[in-house]
């Protein structure tokens, strides 16, 4: 849970140590303000767990956020295209399934290159770039999704291109909160 009081021991001490270098933008996000972005994210479930179980939301402006938001995603990119996607190759027989399945990896790792060029975008707060790069990662994930769409088999890692999306609607959520720089 985000505490106010860590919130505020955060903001206060390096406003003490470096004075005017902090700005009313680098606020910690209080609970209440979190919650209304996850609302507005479309994807509350997610939103939700994913800021709660990392330990650097207590302390987090809103580009710390977006910065969880994308490490998470790249995490579960990351853990899709190495452990889970070669584990499934490895049970297909059909040659089509594997190419289906395979391009989804090429997406996968196309998704994690862009995502990974937000990040860096967003910790040097170049966020138009951001926006950018995080845009044509969901084009290209939708892609997996297409991918099924045609057959009558069932994706064997449909939650994957979902859980990519739902977290990319948290990053634009965060984004559209960030003001752009006067
Ligand atoms: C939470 O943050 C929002 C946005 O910065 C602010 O308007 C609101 O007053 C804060 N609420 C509490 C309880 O601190
Ligand atoms: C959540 O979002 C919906 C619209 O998507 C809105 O109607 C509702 O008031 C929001 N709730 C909160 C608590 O912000
Ligand atoms: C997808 O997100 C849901 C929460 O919305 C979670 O329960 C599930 O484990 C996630 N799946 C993956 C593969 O990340
Ligand atoms: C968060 O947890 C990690 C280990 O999971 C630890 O290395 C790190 O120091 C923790 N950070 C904070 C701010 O507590
Ligand atoms: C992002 O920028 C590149 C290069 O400027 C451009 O080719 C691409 O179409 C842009 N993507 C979006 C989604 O605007």
């Known amino acids: 849970m985000v505490s106010p009081i860590s919130c505020l021991s955060i903001l206060v001490i390096p406003l003490l140590v470096t004075s005017l270098f902090y700005q009313v933008s680098n606020a910690c996000v209080n609970a209440t303000y979190l919650d209304r972005i996850c609302n507005q994210s479309s ?19 809103l580009t710390d956020l977006l910065l969880i938001s994308y490490s998470s995603n790249m995490n579960l990119l990351e853990t899709t295209i190495a452990n889970r996607i070669p584990k499934i190759l490895e049970l297909l027989n059909d040659p089509l399934d594997k190419a289906r399945l395979q391009n989804c990896q090429t997406d996968f790792i196309y998704a994690l290159g862009k995502l990974s060029g937000a990040y860096l975008a967003s910790s040097s707060k170049n966020y138009r770039k951001a926006v950018n790069l995080t845009t044509d990662a969901y084009v290209k994930n939708v892609e997996c999704e297409k991918e099924y769409d045609t057959t009558n088999r069932a994706s064997p890692i449909a939650d994957v291109p979902q859980n990519v999306t739902g977290l990319i609607f948290v990053s634009y959520a965060i984004l559209h909160e960030i003001p752009p720089p006067t």
């Open 43 to 61: 994807s509350y479930e997610l939103c939700k767990s994913t800021f709660a179980s990392d330990n650097r939301t207590s302390t987090a402006d």
